[in-house]
């Protein structure tokens, strides 16, 4: 808002008189005020000025035209001529021009100095910045309260449909669902421009706020946006913190670094009661896991100020849910998924088999992990093999050690361009049949033999020899688990 050209010429106390017609449109509003008696203020000017001028400077017809034309066309919001001091009165050539430029001209009388005229339009502008700046923060106030007093997300929309005057508001996630409306009756999205500000946490878009009509309040919507930004941040830190409270009671149940009758009592405080059979899921994530910790998976719950309905534990890059007895182990694994997509469109989730006991638990999830490991998707587990029970083992350094054990091929390859470890794969994948082994890869008998000789020469392991195979195949199988080590 501004002061408009007819609240000046209103003013008693300056004793402006307008002279022409457009100074009755309260549409023309004075940003500011410049003083100037310059041959050309045009280039001093930004529009939207009430522009004060003696006309000192003497100009004859045609100068006047010109300036006046230019004055209108910026536009400034008003020309003020001050009379008394050069001229008597305003220039005949003065008003017929500003008449027909469409320029709002006032006089002003000697007795009335300009610096007054400056000085109240000042105090205007700041008078009403300042009920601008108390509306808002009393705005800001309201939904603050109205968010933090148990009413929520639907109180903080119901108060934002009163002040802003925009048509139904609701909050949608990414996917376009709607968390939550008000009027509770309204259709969304409806016809119309509306506006949608995002909701963030760390920087990143979690949600949009959204109004059915534009609206000239952007302020309180970016500051409705803030503290519901701020509200899921705080939500999230405390489901987090459970969760990763679980996670490390799993962690220990899974490294049995607590007895089970111990593992057992204190999975009941978790609403973990582990005789019963229950199934494992297990998500995985590719990508910075601080990410499943600091932001939302879904947004419904944390605005309802809601837990997890499922056990859910947060150990490393993955995410674990205990499903109980009578709970759908696979649509829980589908939700979950649903969730993660939005951090990993590769989210890999594996569903172990339902099981009872605390021995049960440590089996589901190893089971699970092994079907995640299968890849983007839901997978039902396999039967669990060895190698993936002892690959899922989180104390042993599997991985590193296949590693370290394929490390000379992996080198030989590189320099070399050459299919060692290709050729290692698929010797032991063909149970070790040179003939096989050799049609599969379209490969001479002798050059196959070179290559076995050259595996064994660079790993120091016999080929012939059974435990020395089982090394090469349960290294293989952990460089396979772990695309990142290839």
């Known amino acids: 808002m501004a002061v408009s050209v007819p609240d000046l010429v209103a003013q008693p106390a300056l004793r402006l008189t307008a002279l022409t017609s457009h100074c009755a449109d309260p549409e023309r509003r004075i940003r500011w005020v410049s003083t100037t008696e310059l041959p050309d203020p045009l280039p001093f000017l930004r529009g939207g000025e009430l522009v004060m001028t003696t006309g000192l400077l003497e100009r004859d017809e045609e100068e006047w035209i010109g300036l006046l034309g230019r004055l209108a066309e910026l536009p400034v919001a008003a020309l003020c001529v001050g009379t008394g001091l050069v001229h008597e009165a305003v220039p005949e050539v003065v008003v017929e021009t500003a008449e027909r430029a469409g320029l709002a001209l006032v006089r002003s009388p000697v007795e009335v100095p300009f610096a007054q005229i400056s000085h109240w339009v000042a105090e205007q502008t700041f008078a009403e910045q300042y009920d601008a700046v108390r509306a808002a923060a009393a705005v800001q106030d309201e939904l603050m309260r109205e968010l933090l007093s148990g009413h929520g997300l639907r109180g903080l929309l119901r108060r934002l449909y009163r002040q802003l005057g925009a048509g139904p508001v609701a909050v949608v996630e990414p996917d376009g669902s ?168 590769k989210v890999r989730v594996g569903v172990g088999e339902p099981r009872r006991g605390v021995s049960g638990l440590r089996l589901g999830y190893f089971e699970a992990r092994q079907a995640a490991g299968t890849g983007p998707g839901v997978h039902r587990a396999a039967p669990l093999s060895l190698a993936g029970l002892l690959l899922g083992n989180l104390d042993l350094p599997l991985r590193e050690l296949g590693t370290g054990v394929l490390a000379p091929l992996l080198r030989h390859d590189e320099a070399q361009h050459a299919d060692l470890l290709t050729t290692l794969r698929t010797y032991l994948a063909h149970d070790c049949a040179s003939a096989a082994t050799a049609a599969a890869l379209t490969l001479h008998r002798n050059s196959l033999r070179y290559r076995l000789q050259l595996i064994e020469q660079l790993t120091g392991r016999d080929l012939d020899r059974l435990t020395d195979r089982l090394e090469l195949w349960l290294a293989l199988t952990a460089l396979d688990a772990d695309p990142a080590a290839d």
Request: charged share 25%.
């Open 178 to 345: 709607v968390l939550a409306r008000h009027p509770a009756s309204a259709a969304w999205p409806g016809e119309g421009p509306g506006t949608a500000v995002p909701i963030e946490v760390d920087g990143v878009p979690v949600a949009l706020l959204c109004t059915r009509r534009a609206t000239p309040r952007s302020d309180v919507l970016s500051f409705a946006t803030s503290i519901l930004g701020l509200e899921v941040a705080r939500h999230q830190a405390v489901l987090t913190g459970r969760r990763e409270l679980l996670g490390q009671l799993l962690e220990d149940v899974l490294h049995r670094t607590i007895p089970d009758a111990d593992a057992r009592r204190r999975l009941a405080a978790h609403h973990l009661a582990v005789d019963g059979p229950h199934a494992v899921v297990v998500a995985r994530v590719d990508g910075d896991p601080a990410r499943l910790r600091s932001l939302p998976w879904t947004l419904g719950p944390l605005l309802e100020r809601e837990g997890d309905r499922l056990p859910t534990a947060l150990i490393d890059d993955t995410v674990t849910v205990v499903v109980p007895d009578g709970a759908d182990a696979e649509a829980a694994a589908r939700t979950v998924a649903g969730h993660l997509i939005l951090l990993d469109p």
